[in-house]
């Protein structure tokens, strides 16, 4: 009898935004969050194929998110 575990597991690396954006849900001017989830198939708990790759911006106070594109991703990310 074999027993397999498998799953969905996203991987979630988060980086500042090197400018101040402006917010139209609660009118503050901040750096935002720039988050770029890979959701991966797994077995045993092991990352084996990714699945799915989205990019998006979020707010630090009200947490609203808008959906950026890869190109928009690297451009506005900070160099550390």
């Known amino acids: 009898m074999f027993l397999f575990i498998s799953g969905v597991i996203p991987k979630i690396i988060r980086q500042q935004t090197a400018d101040a ?3 139209f849900n609660c009118h503050n001017t901040l750096r ?4 770029k989830e890979v959701s991966w198939i797994s ?6 194929i990714p699945l ?3 990019y998006f911006a ?3 106070i009200c947490l609203s998110e808008h959906s950026i594109s890869k190109e928009s991703f ?3 990310t900070i160099s550390i």
């Open 74 to 76: 690297e451009q506005q």
């Open 21 to 23: 954006v402006y917010c």
């Open 52 to 54: 799915r790759t989205r």
């Open 58 to 60: 979020q707010c630090p």
């Open 43 to 48: 077995l045993f708990f092991v990352p084996i």
């Open 32 to 35: 935002w969050t720039l988050i």
